[in-house]
């Protein structure tokens, strides 16, 4: 079975700054989705970035990049010019590429990191 | 409309009573799914439903009760619960079989058994 390890349960930023957030994971796939999620005070996850392990560029979405490191089995996020608004919990996930049950799609979530942006 | 809704947001029950959690999306999904959200813990994988029937059962106890009347609509019947039930219960619905798409997640119910 999949896990999804977050080893830190709290971070601060201060507003402008950059900061990177840590997940590692476990598998035997060699094929898998790798989601960087976030859960504002609203409650509602949010999709922040998607990265495909079969492709080696690390993907970025704005302000938010990964650093994908597959033989590591890292995945971590960097937030460059931190705002206010990304005050949240964010939770690393991971999804196999072939499910077994008919398509569906389960994912594996980490514990999350509490992001605090002082301003 | 934000394309997953869950009602209510919050709710207190006692152990004997019985309720009922709603979600409904307005997305288009064919597949739909309960995730368990704990203090401390991960997101626990509770039920899917893809294009109506139940495809994983995440080892979750009888007194939670899934129902899926159709592809738009999902349903968690509460009865007899424990006071560790207590938790955030998620909804979330995705695009299945294209593989990639991301699952989209409601607000939660904030569950209190009491």
């Known amino acids: 079975a999949q896990t999804v390890t977050q080893s830190q349960p709290e971070m601060s930023v201060q507003e402008a700054e950059t900061v990177t957030l840590s997940c590692t994971y476990d598998t035997s796939e060699s094929d898998y989705y790798l989601f960087w999620y976030k859960q504002p005070p609203s409650r509602q996850m949010i999709l922040v970035i998607r990265?495909?392990?079969?492709?080696?560029q690390n993907a970025t979405e704005n302000r938010f990049s990964v650093n994908f490191q597959k033989a590591a089995k890292s995945f971590s996020l960097k937030i460059s010019d931190s705002q206010l608004g990304d005050a949240a919990m964010y939770f690393c996930a991971y999804r196999s590429r072939y499910n077994t049950q008919g398509g569906s799609e389960k994912l594996v979530f980490g514990k999350g990191t509490k992001l605090t942006v002082n301003p | 409309e934000t394309g997953v809704t869950q009602t209510p947001r919050h709710l207190v029950m006692g152990m004997t009573n019985k309720k009922s959690l709603k979600c409904e999306q307005h997305?288009?999904?064919?597949?739909m799914y309960w995730y368990k959200q704990s203090a401390k813990k991960p997101l626990e994988l509770m039920f899917v439903y893809n294009f109506k029937e139940q495809t994983e059962n995440n080892s979750v106890p009888s007194r939670f009760s899934p129902e899926c009347p159709n592809s738009s609509h999902l349903f968690l019947h509460l009865h007899t619960l424990q006071p560790e039930d207590s938790a955030l219960y998620l909804c979330?619905?995705?695009?299945?079989?294209?593989?990639?798409?991301?699952?989209?997640f409601g607000q939660g119910t904030r569950l209190t058994v009491v």
């Open positions: 979330a619905s995705s695009q299945v079989p294209v593989v990639g798409t991301e699952a989209f």
């Open positions: 997305l288009g999904h064919n597949a």
């Open positions: 990265q495909e392990a079969y492709k080696q």
